[in-house]
């Protein structure tokens, strides 16, 4: 039987999504804490690999295994054996025709960013951080020219292995929350929340448009060079890539047949 699991963790201490041989990524010790509950071998397939660093809300995996347990026992047993900065949200038996990516309609992300002249402390590696006032409509004006089908060439890692460039988003929102009682009165602290959804992303295309984001906001850029970045269809035209701190893969989107979870309790906590 096939089973789909929602899963979250904090990337903080992990080498990202995707098994390595030191063992230290959320996949590892997920596939850990599977093998051990069900007494055997159990290797998992994703939605969306996560960086290093990077957190995530809503991770959909699948697996195929001959064990039969409720659904509740696979989330409540597998937890029992995961750090506790992973666990399960739900698990579903779905069928065998589901895959976790290949069934994926689109994908989402959100990125949290703290504007303030102080860097983070408990929120060390659960937000981004700029100490620069940044503004809201030159940076909607800029992702504007991202939204639709293009060649994200300019936003792509070195190391992406995806087979094209070409890739479709849908939206990049761009919301603003002001922090109540700042104690700093040279800016006015606040929250900045980006959400991106799209049918793929490519390696880093996330940190690399929000590296463009900020420098427009900051003033650095006018907004219509981000159109100027799209166009060149080279990584050296963009800004460096933004930190992974703030990140988060808020998950897939399916099609109703497969009757899974659109979002899980929990995300509507962050700014």
């Given at each position: 039987m096939r089973i789909a699991l929602g899963v979250s963790y904090n990337g903080q201490t992990y080498n990202g999504w995707q098994s390595q041989t030191n063992g230290n990524t959320v996949q590892d010790k997920l596939e850990a804490a599977l093998g051990r509950f069900a007494t055997h071998s159990i290797s998992t397939l994703c939605a969306g690999r996560t960086d290093s660093?990077?957190?995530g809300l809503m991770q959909v995996v699948h697996f195929d295994t001959e064990l039969q347990r409720p659904e509740s026992a696979w989330v409540r047993g597998t937890n029992t054996f995961l750090p506790s900065d992973i666990a399960v949200q739900w698990a579903r038996a779905v069928p065998d025709a589901f895959h976790s990516r290949a069934c994926a309609t689109s994908r989402r992300y959100a990125y949290v960013l703290?504007?303030?002249?102080?860097?983070?402390?408990?929120?060390?590696?659960?937000?981004?951080w700029v100490f620069n006032e940044l503004n809201g409509d030159a940076m909607r004006q800029a992702a504007s020219y991202l939204i639709g089908e293009h060649d994200f060439s300019s936003f792509r890692a070195s190391a992406c292995q995806a087979l094209t460039p070409?890739?479709?988003?849908?939206?990049?929102?761009?919301?603003?929350?002001?922090?109540?009682?700042?104690l700093h009165r040279e800016m006015e602290c606040c929250y900045w929340r980006f959400e991106f959804e799209g049918s793929a992303f490519l390696h880093h295309m996330v940190r690399n448009i929000m590296g463009c984001l900020v420098a427009i906001g900051d003033g650095s850029y006018a907004p219509e060079w981000m159109a100027e970045v799209l166009?060149?269809?080279?990584?050296?035209?963009?800004?460096?890539?933004?930190?992974?701190n703030g990140l988060y893969f808020m998950g897939p989107v399916y099609d109703a047949q497969w009757n899974l979870p659109d979002r899980v309790p929990g995300f509507d906590w962050l700014p």
């Open positions: 660093g990077v957190h703290l504007q303030s002249p102080v860097r983070p402390s408990v929120e060390t590696g659960r937000v981004g070409v890739k479709t988003l849908h939206r990049l929102d761009i919301t603003r929350r002001s922090v109540a009682h700042s166009a060149a269809r080279s990584r050296d035209a963009a800004a460096p890539t933004f930190s992974p």
